[in-house]
C-alpha cells in the first residue's frame, strides 16, 4: 500500500511595522526658515507612509529653537517620552545638527535610546546608531557641529558689534513705559506716570520695599501684568533708557553652548548712543539717583529709615562669614516691659550655627567693651559712630576696634549676661510664673487642675502622676510637690467634687477657671476658694478598694472544688490512722 503523507500549507509570518517618527528643528523665526519647518515636515510625512514595513508615529518639531540645549525643546522632551512609553521604533533626522549640536547632549541621548532598542538616523550624515562605528562618527561629526554652532554664534556676535557701532538695538527689548513704533521707542503715557513715581519716591528717601507697596496698593502691575516687585523697581532706577539714551552691551553671552549671560564690566567695549527717544526722566535726576544709590550701599541698612537701626547696625564683621551682626529679637523674661538684645550673625541667624558658629554678644556688654575702648565712663553713641569704623569678633573673647583715624586695639570680653540677669528674684518670679496654666508659656503640656492645688500644710503646689492600677486601667493622682505627708487625691473624684461646689453636671475647666481662685487640700477636708473671696469645704473620700466579682456558676464550680478537697483529705486522714504503728501490734504474744 502506498505511504500518503499530508502536507500542511504553513501561514506566511507577518512582521511587525516599526514605529517611524521623525524629528525637524529651526532656530531662527523668519518667514523663510517657517517655509522650511513645513518642508521637513511633509517631506518624513510623505517618507514614512511610503515604506509598507513602517507605521507612521508622527513628526516633532521645534520652532525657533537652538540645538545647543534640549531642556527649553518641548517636542524633542515630548518625543523621548513616547520613546520611553514605547510608541517609537526608529527615529528619523536630517542631520546631527538638527538633532543637537552639543556633544555631550547628542551623545547622552543617543546612547539612552539605544539602550531602550530606539533607532536614531541621521540621513545626511548617513549614521545609524545601532551600527558598530555609529557612535565614533557620531562623536566626531556632532564635535564638527559644536564648533559650527560656536562659530555662528561669533558671526552673531560681530553682526552685533556693528549695528552697536551703528546706533542701531540689537533687536527690540522690552522696557516698561516704553512700546516699540516700528523702530523706535515711544512713550507709554500712564507707565511713564509710574516711573516718574518710582524716581521721585527714591528721592525722598522710601525703599524699594516702600514703593514696592504703595503700587501693590494702587493695583499698578509690571510690564508682564504680574506683582511690581522691589527688583524691578530698582532695575528701573538703574535703567539709563529712561533719559532718552541707549547704552549698547551691558550684558553679554559668555557661553555659548550654555547661552548664559554675564554683566559687562569692563570686558567687552559700551556703545553710548543719544537722544535715540523720548526721555521719561531728565539726565540730572538720573544721575542724582545713581550718587544717592552709590550712598545708601555705602552706609547699607542705615540707608533705610523704615528699618529699625542703631549705632551698631554694618558695623560688627564676622570673621568668619564675613557677614554683617544683626540685633536679635526681644528676649523677654518676667516682665514684658523689660527686654534683653544680643547681637547675633545675620548667617546663624537665618541659617543656624552649623553654617557659622560666630560668638554672639550681649547688648550690655557690647557697649561696656566700647566704652572701655573708647576711654568712657559710660557708653555714648554720638561718640561711637564717629570715631569707631568698625568691630570685628575675634573667636570667643576678643573684640577689634578700628578706629576711623587708623587705629587698631583688640579688647578682651566675657559674656555675664546669665548671672547680670538670673537673678534670685527673677529666679522666684520666673517659677512662680511658670506654676499654673495660665502663666506658663508651655500650658499645652499641663493638665486642668495644674497650679490650681495647694498644699493645706505646706503651701506647695500638688503635682500630677499617672498611675495604672492592678486592672490595667490608668488614672491620674494629684500629691504635694513636697511629700509633706498630706493625702494623694483623684483627679476623676476631685472633678466631680467641682461640678457639685459649682452646681455642673459635667466638669468644664473654663467654668473652673472662671469662678474659682485656688483648690486647698488639708488632710481630708478639700476647701474651694472662689474668685468673689468666699469658700466652700468637702470632706474627700478615699475610694474603696473593689474586689472581684465572681458570677454564681464560678462559685459552684469552687464550692464542689473544696468539697472534692475535704473529703481527700479526711479520706487521707483515715487511711493514716488505720495504719497507725500502734494498731499492728499482736493482740496476743507467742509466749501467751
Known sequence: MAKITKVEQKMPTIKAKKKVAAYARISMESERMHHSLSAQISYYNALIQKKPEWEFAGVYADDGISGTGIAKRTEFQRMLADCEAGKIN???????????????????????????????????????SMSGDGELMLSILASFAQEESRSISEN?????????????????????????????????????????????????????????????????????????????????????????????????????????????????????????????????????VQKE???????????????????????????????????????????????????????????????????SIPENKLKAVCAEALGLNEFEETQFSERVRQITVIGDDTLEFSFTDG?????????????????????????????????????????????????????????CQGTILKNGTQVRTWHCGRTCGNITVRDEILKDMVCDVLKLDEFSEERMDTELEKITVDGQMITFQFQDGHTESLEYVKPKKKGTKHTEEFKAYMRELMKAKWKERKMHGTKESNNHPSDNKPLHSDTD
Open 407 to 463: 587705629m587698631v586695639l583688640q579688647k578682651k570680653w566675657k559674656s555675664t549676661a546669665k548671672t547680670d540677669w538670673w537673678t534670685v528674684e527673677r529666679r522666684n518670679a520666673w517659677g512662680e510664673l511658670h506654676k499654673h496654666k495660665a502663666t506658663n508659656p508651655n500650658r499645652r503640656r499641663f493638665y486642668e487642675f495644674t497650679g490650681f492645688i495647694k498644699c493645706g500644710q505646706c503651701g506647695e503646689n500638688f503635682r
Open 156 to 288: 552673531v556676535k560681530w553682526g552685533t558689534k556693528k549695528r552697536f557701532e551703528q546706533g542701531i538695538p540689537n533687536g527690540h527689548f522690552q522696557i516698561y513705559g516704553y512700546r516699540w513704533k516700528g523702530d523706535h521707542l515711544v512713550v507709554e503715557p500712564e507707565e511713564a506716570k509710574i516711573v516718574k513715581l518710582i524716581f521721585d519716591n527714591f528721592m525722598n528717601g522710601l525703599s524699594a520695599e516702600s514703593t514696592e507697596k504703595q503700587l501693590e496698593e494702587m493695583g499698578v502691575k509690571s510690564y508682564k501684568g504680574v506683582h511690581f516687585s522691589n527688583s524691578s523697581i530698582r532695575q528701573i532706577l538703574s535703567n539709563v533708557t529712561y533719559t532718552g539714551n541707549l547704552l549698547f552691551q551691558k550684558e553679554y553671552v559668555s557661553d555659548t553652548i550654555t547661552g548664559k549671560s554675564k554683566k559687562n564690566n569692563g570686558e567687552l567695549p559700551q556703545y553710548w548712543v543719544e537722544n535715540t527717544h523720548e526721555a521719561i526722566i531728565p539726565m540730572e535726576i538720573f544721575q542724582a
Open 293 to 359: 544709590r552709590q550712598r545708601r550701599r555705602e552706609l547699607g541698612a542705615l540707608a533705610n529709615w523704615s528699618i529699625n537701626t542703631s549705632c551698631f547696625t554694618s558695623k560688627i564683621k564676622c570673621p568668619i562669614c564675613g557677614k554683617n551682626y544683626r540685633r536679635s529679637g526681644k528676649r523677654q523674661r518676667k516682665d514684658p516691659n523689660e527686654v534683653y538684645y544680643i547681637w547675633i550673625c545675620r548667617t546663624k541667624s537665618e541659617k543656624g550655627a552649623k553654617f557659622c558658629d560666630a560668638k
Open 90 to 128: 526608529i527615529i528619523l533626522t536630517k542631520s546631527i545638527q538638527r538633532f543637537a549640536r552639543n556633544t555631550v547632549d547628542l551623545l547622552k541621548t543617543v546612547r539612552h535610546l539605544k539602550d531602550i532598542g530606539v533607532e536614531v538616523r541621521f540621513e545626511k550624515e548617513n549614521i545609524n
